[in-house]
Structures are given as C-alpha cells and as structure tokens.
C-alpha cells in the first residue's frame, strides 16, 4: 500500500470527522462533552477498583496521589492496566463507553475491523530504565505493525487524565523514501531505529477529550518532559477497508 493510497483514504475519513487534520496522515477528533465525560468516568472507577482503595476516591488529584504510592499489581511494563476477575464490570463499562464513541462516528462501513478490547494506559512520570531493556519498549519510536499489527492499521489514541501535556505520545511523519518493507514486523524496536531516524517530529501536542487517528506509516513512541507528572490513556486501533 503505497503513502497516496493512505492519504486518499485519511482524506475521505475526514470528510466524515468533525476534526482537525493533524497532517494527511493523522487526524484529531474533538469527543462529545458527554461521550467523553462517560469515557472519564468508566475509567476513573475502573482505576480505583484496581487499586483496590479502602476510601472513597473524589478527585482525579487524589486518585494520582495514591497511584503514586500504590504499585498497580495488574500494570505490565509498557503501562496497560489489565483487567482482572475483580474488576471485569468496571473495566466492561469502559468498553460500552468507547464503543458509544465509536458508534457517534459513523464510519462502520470505512472499517474493515476494530482491535479489542482497547488498552488503558498508566504511564508514570519516570519510566523504569529495566523496562527500555525489554524487545518492545513503548518509548521507542515504533510502529504497531512490527508487533503484529497488519498493514492497513490506524492507531487511535485518546487521552484521559493526568499530565497529557508533558507526559503523552510523540508522532514523527514518514520520509519521501518511505517503503512498506519497514512496516514488517521485527524482533527488537531497537532494530527499526534505523528507518525511525529518517522520519520527522510532529510538532503537536495531543489534548484531552480528542480521538487521535494516526495511519500505521506514522510511528510514535511514548514521550515525557522533564519533571512531568502521570497520565492515563485510552489506546487501541482499527483496519481500514
């Protein structure tokens, strides 16, 4: 698949989107007050119940303050809280609420499938120097697809609570040489770094209560400014007819 036939397909997607085009390649899509406030709040108790708190949590300031002395037994080391016997009914009204934003879209019969179930996403202010030793750090610049994503592959991405300002996702845009072969999948994300330095910083930061929609031959990685704070996030993606 070459770039033009992405861009012609981001460009009829976004004649259906109320939204902001980022680039040809990625688009911002401002959520519904209420879709997004269903979002937050499926989510703030799906946290809650994960840390299983003893007390009544009320304010997003008070959530990240225990999630700071509370080590999320159920966080992998990329970040995504993954739901347990305990928390299935919260973690399920997540879903329901993603699926109510999917549904406002109208853009069914665009997509050939959507990735489920979508991943919730604590990211500390710190990242863990152990875990950049993994295969598959998030903090590198990566592409989806070399984890086995297919091809036609868009990453959607909305940002929920926390420091999404300096704590959030940095997107870079394909060069002109840009080939599919640097889509395969491959081993270590430290292997790609050699095609991940040919492409350019977006220079965009992401907002909360946006749906981002970045095609796969955009490659991303997980970015922090110094002294920042948490954020939590939705992430998942979708194959494109």
């Known amino acids: ?59 997003e300031k008070q959530l990240f303050s225990i999630l700071k002395k509370n080590n999320l037994k159920n966080k992998t080391p990329n970040g995504m809280v993954v739901p347990k016997r305990e928390s299935c009914l919260e973690f399920n009204l997540v879903v329901k609420s993603y699926i109510e934003i999917l549904e406002s879209l109208k853009i069914i019969d665009l997509v050939n499938s959507f990735h489920f179930p979508p991943n919730i996403r604590f990211k500390e202010g710190n990242v863990k120097i152990s875990n950049l030793k993994r295969k598959h750090p998030t903090e590198f610049f990566h592409a989806d697809t070399w984890t086995g994503a297919m091809p036609n592959w868009i990453a959607s991405h909305i940002y929920i609570m926390g420091d999404s300002k300096n704590n959030n996702i940095r997107y870079a845009y394909p060069p002109k040489e840009f080939s599919e072969e640097w889509l395969k999948p491959i081993e270590k994300a430290a292997h790609g770094q050699k095609y991940a330095k040919k492409f350019k910083i977006i220079n965009y930061t992401p907002n909360k209560g946006s749906f981002i929609f970045a095609d796969t031959s955009i490659i991303h990685h997980s970015f922090r400014n110094k002294n920042c704070g948490e954020r939590i996030s939705l992430d998942t993606g979708l194959n494109m007819k």
């Open 1 to 59: 698949m070459s770039l033009e036939a992405r861009r012609k397909f981001f460009n009829t997607l976004s004649k259906r989107l109320n939204c902001k085009k980022v680039n040809d390649l990625m688009l911002e899509i401002k959520l519904e007050k209420k879709l997004f406030d269903n979002l937050y709040n499926s989510t703030f108790n799906y946290i809650t119940r994960c840390i299983g708190a003893k007390t009544i949590i009320n304010s």
